[in-house]
Nanobody, 120 residues
Framework: QVQLVESGGGLVQPGGSLRLSCAASGTINSINAMGWYRQAPGKQRELVAGITSSGNTNYAHFVKGRFTISRDNAKNTVYLQMNSLKPEDTAVYYC??????????????WGQGTQVTVSS
């Protein structure tokens, strides 16, 4: 089992920045990919960004150029730096972990979620 604990959410004005963190513990060697999803009220959960243990990243089109995912393998922690935030980025953000095999990633573990609200 892998446990994920997120932190760093909050209220920010449009155009502002936030950094989310997610610390993983447990059977770390069972995972080689981590990512961030988000879910806004009334909408489906959607992938925001993902990163493999080798550092390969992928982003949803709506965050490219604004968000950056990174990881510290020594700390088993993944980060999501969010810049130029927009009101439509408001959502609960979830950390996820799983395995990438070939070109496919399956996320098995989930954090409890952290609220990000972008409003003036």
């Amino acid at each position: 089992q892998v446990q994920l604990v997120e932190s760093g959410g909050g209220l920010v004005q449009p155009g502002g920045s936030l950094r989310l963190s997610c610390a993983a513990s447990g059977t770390i060697n069972s995972i080689n990919a981590m990512g961030w999803y988000r879910q806004a009220p009334g909408k489906q959960r959607e992938l925001v960004a993902g990163i493999t243990s080798s550092g390969n990243t992928n982003y949803a089109h709506f965050v490219k150029g604004r968000f950056t995912i990174s990881r510290d393998n020594a700390k088993n922690t993944v980060y999501l730096q969010m810049n130029s935030l927009k009101p439509e980025d408001t959502a609960v953000y979830y950390c996820s972990a799983g395995r990438t095999t070939g070109r496919s990633t399956t996320y098995t573990y989930w954090g409890q979620g952290t609220q990000v609200t972008v409003s003036s």
